[in-house]
Structures are given as structure tokens and as C-alpha cells.
């Protein structure tokens, strides 16, 4: 199936901001198929996030998804590797000492309202984090669009999980205290139009807890076209800061966000690379275990003195 764009355009305008779109910008291909064909990316002129453009059709989204993505996907098992479990713990300690309750909670999209409380995760998966939820005391619910993974999650933590899109979705106004969206808002084609429907769901002054790929981090500014945060064309726009307060300046306030490192973003952008040139950087990242979780525990460290990534964990609180 070929991309159709007919069903939907932007028409050169940003989906999070309405400004213009800039002449700035990239092509990409799908790396994760390697399915043929290229998508372009322009720049917004006012707030720097990046717009699929011309925005490809509903119908090839899904039928990407069905051939792709939309499969459970088994944990990543921990390896056995005793240095990258050292590593690991350096990083796990250094968290513990220099990042502050708040920060943390933000880091790990923890709801900060106490159990018993109404939760809904929105592209839950599998229902890892819901089952975590659900054993500390909170009333959780679910959608996910992957079939398998909504069976996965019955079978492994007796989680019954709505099986939908949010388009057919629909609850009550003011139905939960809390909504958790990880990396699920940058596949929407219509966002602004969406959060105002999940806006409806949640009560006044309940949370909103998302995390994106931020557009402004190092991972995705050194190689746009290659970078594993771009996923063309799944992701229809990789956002910035500016542009998500834009998106959220209606109904929300954002109380705190955390820019996040994460090696697997690392590896695979260097992955793509090596398709369309080899570099002994990329070919070590690529490769080796032990010189992307070094390298990853440096970014790590730049991350926390300041240094944005190119993933981003926001709390918002709805006003």
C-alpha cells in the first residue's frame, strides 16, 4: 500500500500552533520497515517543532501499524552483561542522589494524587505500568489499538483493557483524576482536536502526565533524517517546548517537565545510519553493548547538568 495524503493536510500549518511552516526541513525514510518511499518534515516558523507535511491518510497509519507495530512486543530481558549491570546501578544512584522527589516522579510519570484515585493510560500496551499502578491502590483503566497486546495483558496481569483507538473512544466528563500518554501523542494527526476530547475526561485540576520526543534534544538535532525519534512516518510531528505550550496553553498548566537520555535511542539512530553510511561511531554503537551504555552514561550525566534530550516527560495539571 502506498502513502495517500489526500484525506488529510495541514495545509503549511503547524498541528500544534497553527503558524506557518517554514521552507527548513528533512526527508526520511521508514527504518524501522525499510519499506520504500520518503516523508518530508518541515519546520515550524514560530515554534521549531518539526510537521509531517503533507500529513499521510488515517487508512496508511493503520495499515503500517497492522504490519508493524501493532504486535506485542515481549520485554526487553536485562542483560547479562556484569558492566552494563554496573552501569546500570551508576545510573540508578545517580538518580537517586541528585534528582529531587518531584523531579523523579516527573522522570517516571508517577501520578502525584494519592491511590484510590481514577487512572487511565492511553496506549497502555501490555499494562506494565497500569499493573504497578493497580497494586499500589489506584483505579485504573486502559486503551490500546494492538490487539495482541490488550490479550497480553489480561493473561499476565488480569488487566481489562479497552481495544480501541481514541477517536472511538468515549467516557464520561470529569471520569478520571489522572491521564497517562508515553510517546503516544506524536502519532495523533489531529491533536489539538484530541485533547480536547481526553480534556472532557479529566476533572479540574486532575493530572495529565505525557512524554514525547523533544525536538530541541541532542539525539534528534544531530541527524534528523536517521534520528530513532523521528520513526517515519509513524510520528507525525516531533514536538519542542514551545510548541507544546502552545497545544496545551487552552486548558493546562505545566508544572514541571524532564528532559530524558535513553541508550535505546542511542542505538538505533546509530542502527539507521549504518544503512546509508558507515562511521566507526555508529558502527561502535551500532555493535557493541558495552560502548553504547558508556557512552549513554556520559549523555546521562549531560542531561542532568542541563543539557536537553530528545525525549521529554511533562507533568500538566488542568486548570
Avoid at 109 to 127: A, M
Avoid at 144 to 160: C, H, P
Amino acid at each position: 500500500m502506498t502513502a495517500k495524503t489526500e484525506e488529510f493536510k495541514n495545509k503549511g500549518l503547524c498541528l500544534l500552533c497553527n503558524s506557518k511552516l517554514s521552507d527548513r526541513g528533512f526527508e526520511a525514510k521508514d527504518y524501522l520497515t525499510s519499506v520504500e518511499g520518503s516523508y518530508l518534515y518541515k519546520e515550524c516558523s514560530f515554534c521549531k517543532s518539526y510537521i509531517q507535511t503533507p500529513v499521510v491518510s488515517q487508512a496508511f497509519l493503520y495499515h503500517c501499524y497492522n504490519s508493524q507495530s501493532l504486535t506485542y512486543k515481549k520485554p526487553i530481558e536485562k542483560s547479562r552483561s556484569v558492566f552494563v549491570k554496573v552501569i546500570s546501578r551508576v545510573v540508578m544512584l545517580i538518580d537517586l542522589l541528585f534528582l529531587s522527589k518531584k523531579r523523579k516522579r516527573t522522570l517516571f510519570l508517577e501520578p502525584s494524587l494519592p491511590p484510590g484515585k481514577k487512572v487511565l493510560e492511553i496506549g497502555c500496551s501490555y499494562g506494565e505500568k497500569l499493573s504497578k499502578l493497580k497494586d499500589r491502590g489506584y483505579d485504573v483503566t486502559g486503551i490500546e489499538l494492538a490487539e495482541e497486546s490488550v490479550q497480553k495483558a489480561k493473561e499476565l496481569f488480569g488487566l481489562n483493557i479497552i481495544n480501541s483507538d481514541i477517536d472511538s473512544c468515549d467516557f464520561k466528563e470529569n471520569q478520571f483524576d489522572v491521564i497517562i500518554m508515553r510517546m503516544v501523542l506524536e502519532h495523533l494527526r489531529n491533536p489539538q482536536t484530541i485533547i480536547r476530547k481526553i480534556s472532557s475526561w479529566l476533572r479540574e485540576g486532575g493530572e495529565l502526565l505525557i512524554s514525547v520526543p523533544a525536538a530541541e534534544g541532542a539525539e534528534f538535532k544531530e541527524d534528523m533524517r536517521h534520528s530513532y525519534l523521528t520513526q517515519a512516518p509513524y510520528h507525525i510531528f516531533i514536538p519542542t517546548m514551545e510548541g507544546l505550550r502552545e497545544l496545551f496553553s487552552d486548558n493546562y498548566k505545566i508544572v514541571d517537565y524532564q528532559y530524558q537520555f535513553a541508550i535505546n535511542d542511542l542505538v538505533k539512530s546509530a542502527q539507521f545510519q549504518r544503512r546509508d553510511r558507515r562511521t566507526l561511531k555508529n558502527r561502535l554503537l551500532a555493535k557493541s553493548e558495552v560502548v553504547g551504555y558508556l557512552y549513554g552514561l556520559v549523555r546521562h550525566l549531560m542531561v542532568l547538568a542541563g543539557r536537553k534530550a530528545s525525549r521529554v516527560n511533562i507533568r500538566l495539571i488542568k486548570l
